[in-house]
């Protein structure tokens, strides 16, 4: 089996899907010649050409108002925003149109599309190429949400999204594009949107986050287990929907609950997660929810790793859990 990095399982799911079905196109800024800032895209223009993988002008607005009138006359676009950054250009576009469509026309219209966008920190990005702000995306009706962790994932989460009748927002951190490998089967397969995956069995503590988080929570749940604490690591993948079975079932499971994400403490998805928490499983609770996140604040350049959640801070929030 190919041992492949993010950024080229994103590649592979785009190709292949691509390879299957011609009304698929690919539209954003530099992906075509250049294979896209991070190249993601690199190859495919030359692979299916100028009229499938389409180079826009510097206009965020332009690119999701283009792929919106392709998906309503049966194409399937694959838009990327160079970063989750620059997509505010596009908001109102997304979530007053594109996420409408459907209830507006009473299901005659799907807007069948996804929107691709490099997210997050730990690159040195700095405030304007560093952001999370999946919580835009996931309070508004009508849009799925995703954020793959591993390559495996990246692969069969982006298919699952392309097949997808509604529209996708498809966030990829950026910062694991190629610090972290795995391996890719090979051919037709998709990761299941809406379904959460447990990736370590634990007895103490249930630990759910997403994205570039879920490996600082893996080396801390790592360490906790060397200190006797048995952490049930839980990756969210889909965050809009939640699977809420799965987090319930976690914290019947351990009592206690920890979670994890770099996008800002205030009406991040963790305070989601705790209200879901606190309706569906307040019995089983043995401590409090705690959350470990970004803060509410601009993301620093140089303070950057003082912002972001790391092991330290996990582990010491799991401990107390556990011994609360």
Do not use: W
């Not at 785009?14 to 190859?43: C, Q, W």
């Amino acid at each position: 089996m190919p041992v492949l990095t993010v950024v080229q399982a994103i590649n592979k799911a785009l190709s292949e899907e691509m390879s299957k079905d011609e009304s698929i196109v690919l539209l954003g800024e530099d992906i075509g010649v250049n294979g896209g800032v991070f190249r993601a895209t690199e190859g495919l223009y030359q692979t299916f050409g100028s009229n499938r993988v389409i180079d826009t002008p510097l206009t965020e607005s332009g690119i999701i108002g283009i792929a919106m009138g392709m998906s309503l006359y049966g194409l399937k676009p694959v838009a990327e925003i160079q970063f989750l950054d620059f997509i505010y250009p596009a908001f109102d576009l997304i979530v007053n149109e594109l996420a409408k469509f459907r209830y507006r026309t009473g299901g005659h219209y799907t807007a069948h599309m996804v929107i691709r966008a490099p997210c997050g920190g730990g690159i040195k990005g700095g405030m304007y190429h560093s952001q999370s702000s999946e919580t835009y995306f996931i309070h508004t009706a009508g849009l799925k949400v995703v954020m793959p962790s591993s390559s495996y994932d990246a692969k069969g989460l982006l298919i699952a999204a392309i097949r997808d009748d509604d529209p996708v927002i498809f966030l990829e951190p950026k910062r694991l594009y190629r610090s972290i490998k795995g391996e890719v089967p090979e051919g037709d397969y998709a990761v299941q949107l809406g379904r959460a995956s447990v990736l370590t069995e634990g007895e103490d503590v249930s630990l759910f986050t997403y994205g570039a988080m879920v490996h600082v929570a893996l080396e801390a749940a790592k360490k906790a287990g060397e200190k006797g604490i048995s952490v049930e690591v839980v990756d969210l993948r889909t965050l809009s929907p939640l699977d809420f079975d799965a987090m319930v079932t976690s914290v019947k499971k351990t009592g206690r609950v920890v979670i994890v994400h770099e996008a800002p403490r205030t009406l991040g998805l963790g305070a989601e997660i705790s209200a879901i928490i606190s309706e569906k499983a307040f019995l089983h609770l043995e401590a409090p929810i705690a959350r470990v996140t970004g803060y509410d604040t601009p993301y620093h350049y140089s303070l950057e790793e003082v912002y972001l959640p790391n092991v330290e801070k996990v582990l010491k929030t799991v401990e107390k859990t556990a011994s609360f």
